[in-house]
Structures are given as C-alpha cells and as structure tokens.
C-alpha cells in the first residue's frame, strides 16, 4: 500500500501546475488521514513526504499533521513522532469520560485520552482534538467539564462536532431499544453556544462552524478546503479538487493497488457546474469568518446570482442570522449554528 501512494504521487506530479505560469503551485500543508494513518512507522511516513518533495514544490515549513486516536499514541510512539517531519498531531479524543466513549464505541478509555495529551503536549506545539457535544443524557455541566479538561493542557486548536447516529451502530442500537434518548437540536445547541463563549474567553477564533484556533493555530490543511482552494488526496476512497472538477479514488484496497501497479488512476471525475459552485462557495463561506463575498459572487458566477442571493438572504438579515458587512455576508452569532440550514436555503438548484 505505501509503495501504491508513493506511486500515485508520482504519477500525479503535474496536477498541480498551473499554465499559465508554467510552473507548480507550491505545496502548503501536507495532511495524514481518513483511516489509520499512526499505524504507519516513522520510515513509512518520511518515505511518502520525501515522495511528495521529489514530485512537488513545496513551502519552507509546511503543516504537516498526522490523524490518530489516543490508543495509538502511546509515549513511545509520541517521542518517535516527534523526531519525524510531523509537526502537528489530530488526536480523536471526542470526550473525557468513560460512559461516553463506551456509547460511541471507542477503542480508547479516559484515562488513555489524558495520557497521551500529557505526553504530547510536551513534545508538540500544534495540536488540535476532536470533541463531540449532544451526546445523550450529557448535563451542560459534563460538557463544560470535557472542555475545562481540554483547556487545561493547554491546546491551540479544538474541532467539535454535534453527535450523529449512524445507522447499525451500538448508538443505534441502544436508541431502537428505547436504552437512550435519540440526541437532542436544543441540546446540541445549547452545547455549541456554551463551548463558543468559553473558548472565545480563552482567546479562541471561531474561524469555521466546528473549528476553533488560537491566533496562528488554524488548520491549513482544513482552511483550504473552505477556501475553495485546490488539493490532492492519495491513496483509496481519497478525494481531490482543482477549482472545477471533483475526483475521487476507488475505495477498494486490492483494486487500487493493482490499478497503480499498471499505471492507472484508479480514479473518477465530475465536472462541477456553474451552479454546483455557486452552491459550494455557499456553503462554505457562511461556516467561517471569511464569509461569502458579494463581489466575487458577481465577477464568478454573474449578476443574476448576486440578485437572487441578495433575494434569499432578506428574510435572514430581518431575522438577524445574516448581516453584510464590508460587501461580505455573514452568520450573527446567533446565525452561526444554525449556518448549514440558512446556505440550503440560499442555494440555487438551476438558473434558467
């Protein structure tokens, strides 16, 4: 498998030259995950990124961040990590307590959660942890508890999500039966209003729905998703984005690696229509603090998508979940978890 993706680099090498000035665009931030990434050895690792330097340009000093739960990092693995080029770590912790990780099923426990923050903390700057809020039967006070614990190892990033219940999961499971409650919006509402004030008193931006980040601590590699920005995933089920076109890889372990083998992109394509992007950029801008720009609207996609945005989004500004400032629209406070709602709203399915 790594010697499949060292090769899909290469073969991908010119993807991202731009023709217009004949040359590569630069490479900013390099991102480990969407599986298991830690269980790759510190070898495996350099192998790739020395990959990447070989077939690409790449910045001075690039993110370059690994995905891993708390049951991978053990003190041992850290301090290898941390004489390898990763220079940011993305640790699943979700929650603090015991309960609740046996209710979402993770293979760590709370004590292994703390451990690992403990130890990578001393040998990471950059780290950012995943909590989940929502979660049933969890009292405001428990998931003020989970964020005074994570602030309290002094972390400079936090992306938290609202719980979702998968289908046949145990979640799922225990709420057919009636064990649980099925999770609750005002809940999570609650939750996600509790969690932006706190971390905005600790000096936090909320510079994405679900992200929160010290000055000079937000996620590159995320910030270019929002910011529509182009990137190339590799390896299976990976997706890539070029400003027009969509491609995803096959999800097949055995058909990718023997795809690659041949030569082939394991890969398909679809071009995005004007309308898809317009929707995206929707999307995107309304979930962070870069907003969506009414210029760009009209230079992109022409004036009769700036007339029906500025259509839609009246009865929203009236209700004061969007406000337009400098030419840029935006969520109120108010608006912000609420933002997925209001851009489905917004969103154009054809223009004749």
């Known amino acids: 498998m790594v010697l499949a993706i060292a090769k899909e680099i290469q073969l991908r090498k010119d993807e991202l030259l731009d023709s217009a000035r004949s040359d590569n665009q630069i490479v900013a931030t390099i991102y480990f995950g969407g599986g298991t990434p830690s269980l790759l050895s510190v070898e495996e690792i350099q192998y790739l990124i020395d990959t990447v330097y070989k077939n690409f340009d790449v910045v001075e000093n690039p993110e370059i961040t690994l995905e891993a739960n708390p049951d991978d990092l053990t003190n041992e693995r850290i301090v290898e990590l941390s004489k390898s080029p990763i220079n940011r770590l993305s640790i699943g912790i979700q929650s603090f307590f015991e309960d609740d990780l046996k209710l979402m099923n993770r293979a760590h426990n709370a004590q292994e959660a703390k451990q690992c923050l403990e130890t990578a903390t001393k040998y990471f700057d950059n780290i950012t942890i995943d909590l989940i809020y929502g979660i049933p039967n969890m009292s405001n006070e428990r998931w003020l508890q989970n964020i005074e614990t994570a602030l309290s190892f002094g972390i400079p990033h936090i992306s938290s999500y609202a719980l979702t219940v998968e289908p046949k999961t145990a979640l799922d499971k225990f709420i057919k039966k009636g064990l649980l409650k099925q999770p609750d919006d005002e809940v999570a509402q609650e939750h996600f209003h509790i969690l932006v004030n706190r971390l905005q008193e600790e000096g936090f931006v909320h510079y994405e729905l679900s992200n929160f980040g010290k000055p000079n601590y937000f996620s590159k590699n995320n910030s270019a998703y929002w910011l529509g920005e182009k990137y190339i995933g590799i390896g299976p089920s990976a997706h890539s984005y070029d400003g027009k076109n969509r491609s995803w890889n096959i999800a097949n372990n055995t058909l990718y690696i023997k795809s690659i083998q041949e030569n082939q992109l394991p890969?398909?394509?679809?071009?995005?229509?004007?309308?898809?992007?317009?929707?995206?950029?929707?999307?995107?801008?309304?979930?962070?603090?870069?907003?969506?720009?009414?210029?760009?609207?009209?230079?992109?996609?022409?004036?009769?998508?700036?007339?029906?945005?500025?259509?839609?989004?009246?009865?929203?500004?009236?209700?004061?979940?969007?406000?337009?400032?400098?030419?840029?629209?935006?969520?109120?406070?108010?608006?912000?978890?609420?933002?997925?709602?209001?851009?489905?709203?917004?969103?154009?399915?054809?223009?004749?």
Do not use: C, H
Not at 295 to 309: A, N, Q, S, V
């Open 267 to 352: 890969s398909e394509t679809e071009t995005l229509t004007t309308v898809d992007r317009y929707n995206e950029y929707i999307m995107t801008g309304l979930r962070t603090i870069w907003g969506v720009s009414l210029d760009r609207i009209e230079k992109e996609f022409g004036p009769k998508y700036l007339e029906y945005l500025n259509l839609q989004n009246q009865k929203f500004i009236q209700d004061e979940l969007l406000f337009v400032e400098n030419g840029i629209l935006k969520t109120t406070q108010k608006g912000k978890f609420l933002s997925d709602g209001i851009a489905s709203d917004l969103f154009l399915l054809n223009l004749e």
